[in-house]
């Protein structure tokens, strides 16, 4: 699948001010830094579509994007940046926790990692957090450009070791590199995917499949 069209529609603060729109969604998250704006802007070809920024915690709040007019695309503030106060933090995780669970027409959460570094604790309890709560996810490696070969099997090798913990079945991988312009065919094909299920869910049961038909 190739995207021709993405625009911006809103920013919302906080789960209930989303747009309603009933067409399927996949949300991209991660640590802050890890490269979500980016990887938005590769998929979708355009440049400045998500504000990017080297300075972290640069995405504050839950950013809608409609591509090809018919799904969107989410880009949401990242997780584990200690600048932002307690408080602040606080009230964040619930809005994205709220977010993540209710959101019906959310197809699949991409958790964004570091290729280049170890497992971080952040990182694995997303992940983990995500599945006991069935929330569908997928896994993106970020930033494959910036090390050699073999420093990326070994960050690779020690994820699955961590994931094989408590995964019986891994979820979804994919390797990109949104500078080298890398992985993107793989993950838009498996979006596509997604929005043929989606779709054929709603022919055959209506609302009644989305995860919690009752909220938008
Ligand atoms: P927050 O919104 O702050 O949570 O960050 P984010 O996850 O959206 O990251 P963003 O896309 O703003 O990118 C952060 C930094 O990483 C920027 O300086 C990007 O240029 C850089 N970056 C993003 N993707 C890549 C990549 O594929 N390769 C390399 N080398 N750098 C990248
Ligand atoms: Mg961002």
Redesign the pocket.
């Known amino acids: 699948m190739q995207i021709k069209k993405a625009e911006f529609v809103q920013s919302a603060p906080t789960y209930d001010k989303c747009p309603e729109a009933l067409i399927p969604e996949f949300a991209f998250i ?1 640590r ?8 938005i802007n590769y998929l979708v070809n355009r440049k400045g579509l998500a504000l ?3 300075n ?4 504050q709040t839950i950013n809608h994007f409609i591509i090809d007019d018919s799904w969107h695309i989410v880009d949401l ?2 997780y584990g940046y200690a600048k932002v106060s307690q408080k602040m933090r606080f009230q964040w995780e619930l809005n994205l926790r709220d977010y993540l669970l209710k959101r019906g027409q959310l197809m699949v959460v991409f958790v964004l990692v570091d290729a280049n570094i170890p497992p971080q604790k952040s990182d694995l309890e997303m992940i983990s957090w995500l599945g006991e709560n069935n929330v569908p996810l997928g896994i993106i490696f ?2 494959v ?2 090390s050699k070969v073999n420093e990326l099997k070994k960050n690779q090798e020690a994820f699955h070791i961590e994931l094989k913990k408590t995964w019986k079945e891994f979820p979804n991988m994919f390797l990109t ?3 080298k312009k890398h992985g993107g065919d793989e993950l838009l094909d498996f979006i596509e995917e997604n929005i043929k299920l989606f779709k054929s869910q709603m022919e055959e049961f209506g609302e009644v499949k989305l995860k919690n038909p009752k909220i938008k």
């Open positions: 991660g802050s830094n890890v490269g979500k704006s980016s990887l990017t920024s080297s972290p915690g640069k995405t503030p990242g970020t930033k450009d910036r590199s949104a500078e």
